[in-house]
C-alpha cells in the first residue's frame, strides 16, 4: 500500500512537471497543484506515518504553502495585473519568509532525532555558511546593494534572498552533519539542492533583468516540491525524529582541510587585495566576516576544551565505577554501583532510573535485538511490562549491553542495562554508559564463574561432610531391604558393617514390617526407630527415607537416620517434669486437672463418687522462716510421701504449689468414704516429722469437694479450694467439706473486692476525723483519720468490712497512700486556720509498712503538703514487730530521726510483749477499747489499764485511751495518769467541715461532752 502511494505521488509530479512546460497556459493551475500537492503529501505522510515529533514537518509544510502562494501571487501580478516582471511585490515577501519556514523545520528534525548532540557539526555548519555566505556577498549580494537601477526596498529584497539560500545551505549541511543517511534524509537532501540552484539561478536573472516563468530554473523548484513531499510520504521519515544513539563522527583529515580553507578565506582575500594593491570597496565586509569566522573558531576550541573536561569528569566517574564494580561480589552490587555511575555521569540533580536485566529468560525481547555497534534509545512504553514499571514515567530509555564477545561459554550478551531519564542527558551519556555497561559484564562474568568455582567446591565440601557426618545414610537396593552403601558413621550407631546386609536383620523386624516402616518415614515428618546392636544396646534413631530409584545417578531407596537416643531421653525428663513437680515427683495442677477430668467422665458411666481434696500446711510459712527454705523443702518432701502413703494406690496425689497439694479420689463408693480419706489424712499429717533431729510440725487443713454435688465434675479443685479457706477459719488440722453457699460468699467477697478497686481509683473514698483530746485540759490534741467508703448499693462501709479484702488484693497500698496524702492535706489547712494547729494520726497496715519506698514516700508527702513533720502520727499493729526484721526496725529509726512519730495501736489485743516496747523506736500506744470500756466496772480491768499506763509513762511513751463513752470512764483514765482519749464522749468521727469548726469549741465544751 505505502509503495503504490509513493509510486502514485512520483507519477503525479512527473505528469504535473511536463504539463507546466507542455500547457504555458495553463501555468499558474498546474504550479499551485505542484505546491500544494507537495504540502498536502507533507500533511498525509505525517497523519499516515505518525512520527514522534510532528511540528518539524509541519514547518515544512507550511513553507513549501508560502512558496507555492508566493508562485501563485507573482502569476497573478503578471496575468492579471498587467505588471512585467513586478519586483518587489508580495510573492517576493512569501518567498523570504518561506526561508525562515524551512529553517525552523530542518533545525526541528535534526534535533529532535539525535538529542541536541554534535554540537560541533553545528558549528562546523556555520563556518562553511559564514565561508561560502562571504563569497555570496561579494558576487551576489555586492552588486545588488550598488547597482544605480534598484530603489531601497529592491536591495533589501534582493539581498533576502541569497541570505536566505545561506540559511538553506545552512540547513543541508546540518542535515548532512546529524542525521544518519536513509531515504526520507536524502530526499530532503535533493530537495534543498535543487531549491538552492533555483533560487542562485533566479538571482542572476532578476539581476540582468530578464527573468522569465515557464524556464528551465523551474526545473529545480519542481524537483524540490517534489522531494520534500516524497520525504514525508516515505515510510523512512519517522527514522528522523526517532530517539538515536548519535555517535560523535571523527573529523578525518580531509574534512578539517575543507574547514581550514574556509576559515582562511577571507585571509586569502585581503592577501590578494594586499599584493595587487588594489583596494576593494568590500574591505569592511570581509573584515566582518573574518570576525565572524574567528568567533566561530574560537567557540568551536571553546567547546573542544568543554568536551575534554567533561570527557575528563566522566572518566573519573566511569573509573570510580569501575572500581566499585571490580569489587562487588553479587548482582545487586553490580546494580549498585551502575546506579551510583549514571549519577555520577549525568548532571546533578537529573531525575532517572536505573535497572539491570540479566539474560535468564525473563525478559527475551530485550535480547531478541541487539545492535552491533552498542547502545540504542528506546521507548519506555515498549519494554516489557516489569521492566517498564521499573523505570518510572520517563519516556526514552537507553539500552546498554552487557556483552563480552569472546565469552567462554554462554551467551555473549550478558545481560542489559537500561537508564531512563532525559532524551537530552542521555545523548550526552550514552558512550560512557556503553563503556560502564562492558565493564559490568566483565563484573557479572567474574561472578558468574566465582559462583560455579563456589559449586564445584561445595560438591567437594559436601562430599567431604557425607563422609565424616554423625547422620548414617544409607543406600537400599530397590527391594529395600539390602544394603548397597553405608556412610562411615554407620558403624558408630549400627556397631558393625552394613555394607551388603539386610537391613531388617538389624533392625530386628520382619520384612513386610520394613516395608510399612520406610513408607512410613518417607513423608515429611521423620520416623523413630529401634535399633539393636549385637552387643545389646538399643539406640534410638530418627530416620527418613527418600525414594529415588527412578533416579539414574542413584537407583535405590536412601535412609538417612540420626541417634536421638539422649534427645529422646531428655524429651522424656521433661515430658515428666512438664507434668511432675520437681520437687516431690508428684502430679503438678495441669496433670491433676487432667485426671480429674478422666476420672469424672470415667464415673458418669457409674454409681462411683470422684472427690478431690485440697490440703494447705497450717505452720508452713513458720517452718520456713525459722529454719530457711532448704529445711521447708524437706518438709514438703517427706509430707508427699506420707501422702501418698495414706492414700490408696489408684488415687493421685498432687502438689498444686507453694505448700498446698491436692488428692484424686477416684471411684469412691460414697461421699462417707471420701470424708473417711481426710479424716485419715489428718491424723496422719497431725503427726510430727523428724527432720535433722528437730520436730516439726506438718499438720494441714483439708478442703473436700466431690461430684455428688457437682456431678459434670467442673470446678471441682475450685470448690475444695473454697471448703479448704472455711476450714482453714475454723482452725488448724481440720476439714470440711464444699457447700454451695460457700460459693455466693466468695461471690460476694469477689465483688466487693471489685468494687474497691474500682473506688480507689475512681477517688469514691472518704475520710472523716475522730478527736484526740487532752483530759486535763480538754484541748484537742489531735485527730485520727478514718476511711469510709460510700458503696454504691451497701452503702457507707466501715473499714472493718473492706480493709481486710483491700489487705489480701494490695489495695491497701495505694489506698494508703490516698488517705496519707489526704489526711495530710487537710493538717495543713487545720495549720492555716489555728494557731496551735493538732496532729494528724493514720492508721498503717503490715503490707503497706512493708511496701517498697514507704518510708521515702511518708517524707515525700509531709514536704508536699507543707505540715511539720511532729504533726504527723503513725499507728502500726503489733503484730509488725513480731518477726525480727532489721529492716522494720531501720524503717522507724529513719522515720523518727525524720520527726515523724509513731504509736502502738490496740495494744493489749495482740502479744503485748515487753521487750519489744523497750527496744522498738516508738512515741506513744494506744489502749484498746477492750479494756477502757470496761474499767468502771471491773477493778481487775481498772488495775491492769493502771498498769499498762505506768509502764508506759515508765519507758517514756505517751498513752492514748481509745473508746471513752462514758464521764466516769474518762475521770478513771485521768486519775491513773492517761494523758490523752478519744471516743463518742468527746465526740464521734467528723467530717473535713466538722473538723474545722470542732477546733473553735471550747474546752469546757469538750470535756463535758457536749
Known amino acids: 500500500m505505502r509503495d503504490r502511494v509513493m509510486l502514485a505521488y512520483a507519477v503525479g509530479m512527473f505528469v504535473l512537471g511536463g504539463a507546466f512546460y507542455a500547457l504555458p497556459s495553463a501555468h499558474v493551475v498546474i504550479w499551485s497543484l505542484i505546491g500544494f500537492g507537495a504540502a498536502a503529501a507533507i500533511l498525509f505522510g505525517v497523519w499516515r506515518n505518525r512520527p514522534r515529533r510532528r511540528a518539524p514537518w509541519l514547518w515544512l509544510a507550511l513553507a513549501l504553502t508560502t512558496f507555492c502562494a508566493g508562485d501563485f501571487a507573482y502569476e497573478m501580478l503578471v496575468r492579471y495585473g498587467g505588471q512585467q516582471n513586478p519586483f518587489p511585490s508580495i510573492s517576493d515577501f512569501l518567498y523570504l519568509i518561506t526561508f525562515v519556514f524551512l529553517g525552523i523545520g530542518v533545525f526541528g528534525l535534526t534535533r529532535s532525532g539525535s538529542g541536541g548532540q554534535n554540537r560541533s557539526a553545528a558549528l562546523d555548519a556555520m563556518i562553511v555558511t559564514v565561508a561560502i555566505g562571504l563569497l555570496g556577498w561579494l558576487y551576489l549580494i555586492g552588486p545588488r546593494l550598488t547597482a544605480p537601477d534598484l530603489t531601497t526596498l529592491q536591495r533589501f529584497i534582493s539581498i533576502g534572498y541569497p541570505l536566505g539560500d545561506l540559511v538553506l545551505l545552512l540547513v543541508g549541511v546540518r542535515l548532512v552533519t546529524a542525521i544518519r543517511p536513509n531515504p526520507s534524509s536524502v530526499l530532503l537532501l535533493v530537495g534543498l539542492g535543487g531549491t538552492l540552484t533555483a533560487d542562485v539561478l533566479y538571482g542572476l536573472a532578476q539581476l540582468k533583468g530578464d527573468w522569465a516563468t515557464g524556464g528551465p530554473v523551474d526545473i529545480g523548484w519542481i524537483v524540490f516540491y517534489a522531494c520534500w513531499g516524497a520525504a514525508a510520504l516515505h515510510p523512512s521519515m519517522v527514522q528522523l525524529t526517532e530517539p538515536r544513539a548519535v555517535r560523535p563522527r571523527q573529523m578525518g583529515v580531509r574534512r578539517q582541510l575543507w574547514l581550514s580553507l574556509l576559515v582562511l578565506i577571507p585571509l586569502v582575500l585581503l592577501l590578494v587585495e594586499t599584493i595587487t594593491g588594489q583596494s576593494s570597496e568590500y574591505d569592511v565586509v570581509i573584515v566582518v566576516f573574518l570576525g565572524a569566522t574567528f568567533v566561530l573558531a574560537l567557540v568551536r576550541l571553546f567547546g573542544v576544551i568543554n568536551s575534554y573536561r567533561r570527557n575528563t569528569l566522566r572518566g573519573r566517574g566511569i573509573r570510580e565505577a569501575g572500581s566499585a564494580l571490580l569489587s562487588a561480589t ?203 546392636r549385637p552387643d545389646g544396646i538399643e539406640v534410638q534413631v530418627e530416620a527418613s527415607c527418600r525414594d529415588l530409584r527412578t533416579d539414574p545417578t542413584v537407583g535405590g531407596l536412601v535412609l538417612t537416620m540420626r541417634d536421638v537416643t539422649d534427645q529422646r531421653r531428655l524429651q522424656a525428663e521433661l515430658t515428666f517434669l512438664a507434668f511432675h513437680d520437681a520437687l516431690t515427683g508428684l502430679a503438678n495442677r495441669v496433670l491433676f486437672n487432667d485426671r480429674i477430668r478422666a476420672a469424672v467422665a470415667a464415673a458418669q458411666d457409674t454409681d462411683d463418687i470422684v472427690g478431690v481434696l485440697f490440703l494447705d500446711l497450717d505452720d508452713f510459712k513458720i517452718v520456713n522462716d525459722t529454719f530457711g527454705h532448704e529445711y521447708g523443702d524437706r518438709l514438703l518432701l517427706e509430707v508427699s510421701r506420707r501422702l501418698t502413703m495414706t492414700l490408696r494406690p489408684q488415687d493421685t496425689a498432687a502438689r498444686i504449689g507453694g505448700d498446698e497439694f491436692a488428692a484424686l479420689i477416684g471411684d469412691a463408693p460414697s461421699v462417707e468414704a471420701i470424708d473417711q480419706i481426710a479424716e485419715r489424712i489428718i491424723e496422719a499429717l497431725a503427726e510430727p516429722f523428724t527432720i535433722d533431729e528437730r520436730v516439726v510440725s506438718g499438720r494441714a487443713s483439708i478442703g473436700v469437694a466431690t461430684s455428688a454435688d457437682n456431678p459434670d465434675g467442673q470446678d471441682l479443685l475450685r470448690q475444695a479450694d473454697l471448703a479448704l479457706y472455711v476450714a482453714k477459719n475454723a482452725g488448724k488440722g ?277
Open 330 to 532: 553479587s548482582t545487586a552490587e553490580v546494580e549498585s554501583a551502575l546506579r551510583l555511575a549514571a549519577a555520577q555521569l549525568l548532571a546533578p540533580g537529573t531525575p532517572h532510573r536505573v535497572h539491570v536485566v540479566m539474560n535468564d529468560g525473563s525478559a527475551p525481547d530485550l535480547f531478541a535485538r541487539q545492535p552491533a555497534d552498542g547502545a540504542r534509545l528506546a521507548y519506555t512504553r515498549t519494554l516489557p511490562p516489569d521492566v517498564a514499571a521499573a523505570l518510572g514515567d520517563f519516556e526514552i530509555t537507553l539500552i546498554c549491553p552487557m556483552g563480552l564477545p569472546e565469552r567462554f561459554s554462554g551467551e555473549p550478551t550478558i545481560g542489559v542495562l537500561l537508564v531512563a531519564a532525559d532524551e537530552m542527558a542521555l545523548g550526552q551519556i550514552q558512550i560512557s554508559m556503553e563503556l560502564v555497561a562492558a565493564q559490568a559484564a566483565l563484573a557479572m562474568e567474574r561472578i558468574l564463574l566465582g559462583a560455579e568455582v563456589a559449586r564445584r567446591t561445595s560438591e567437594e565440601y559436601f562430599r567431604t561432610l557425607v563422609q565424616n557426618t554423625t547422620d548414617v545414610i544409607l543406600i537400599l537396593e530397590p527391594d529395600g531391604d539390602h544394603i548397597r552403601y553405608a556412610s562411615p558413621s554407620a558403624r558408630t550407631v549400627f556397631g558393625t558393617d552394613l555394607a551388603g546386609v539386610r537391613l531388617s536383620e538389624r533392625l530386628a523386624v520382619p520384612e513386610a514390617d520394613l516395608a510399612r516402616m520406610l513408607a512410613q518415614c518417607g513423608g515429611d515428618v521423620p520416623a523413630d526407630w529401634t535399633v539393636r
Open 734 to 1010: 481440720q476439714w470440711r467439706r464444699y457447700d454451695p453457699s460457700l460459693h455466693t460468699a466468695m461471690v460476694r467477697r469477689l465483688e466487693l473486692r471489685a468494687a474497691l478497686d474500682e473506688a480507689v481509683a475512681a477517688g469514691a473514698l472518704t475520710l472523716e476525723y475522730q478527736p484526740i483530746v487532752d483530759l486535763r485540759s480538754g484541748l484537742t490534741a489531735g485527730f485520727e483519720a478514718l476511711v469510709r467508703w460510700e458503696h454504691p448499693e451497701r452503702g457507707r462501709l466501715l473499714p472493718d468490712n473492706f480493709i481486710e479484702v483491700a489487705e489480701e488484693s494490695g489495695l491497701i497500698v495505694p489506698m494508703g497512700t490516698w488517705v496519707l496524702r489526704q489526711a495530710l492535706a487537710e493538717a495543713a489547712a487545720w495549720q492555716r486556720a489555728t494557731r496551735d494547729a493538732p496532729y494528724v494520726s493514720i492508721n498503717v497496715s503490715v503490707h503497706q509498712f512493708r511496701s517498697p519506698g514507704f518510708v521515702a514516700g511518708v517524707r515525700r508527702a509531709v514536704a508536699d503538703a507543707g505540715v511539720p513533720p511532729d504533726r504527723l502520727l503513725l499507728e502500726i499493729t503489733e503484730s509488725l514487730l513480731l518477726r525480727d526484721d532489721d529492716q522494720i526496725w531501720d524503717d522507724l529509726v529513719e522515720l523518727r530521726r525524720a520527726g515523724i512519730r509513731v504509736a502502738i495501736d490496740d495494744f493489749g489485743t495482740g502479744y503485748s510483749s515487753l521487750s519489744y516496747l523497750r527496744h522498738v523506736p516508738l512515741d506513744a500506744l494506744k489502749i484498746d477499747r477492750l479494756f477502757t470500756s470496761t474499767i468502771a466496772s471491773s477493778g481487775q480491768q481498772a488495775v491492769l489499764v493502771d498498769g499498762i499506763i505506768r509502764l508506759a509513762q515508765t519507758l517514756g511513751l505517751q498513752v492514748i485511751a481509745e473508746g471513752i463513752e462514758r464521764p466516769s470512764e474518762r475521770d478513771m483514765l485521768a486519775r491513773f495518769g492517761c494523758r490523752y482519749g478519744q471516743g463518742f464522749l468527746f465526740s464521734p468521727p467528723l467530717s473535713a467541715e466538722q473538723a474545722l469548726e470542732w477546733l473553735t469549741a471550747t474546752p469546757a465544751t469538750v470535756l463535758s461532752g457536749r
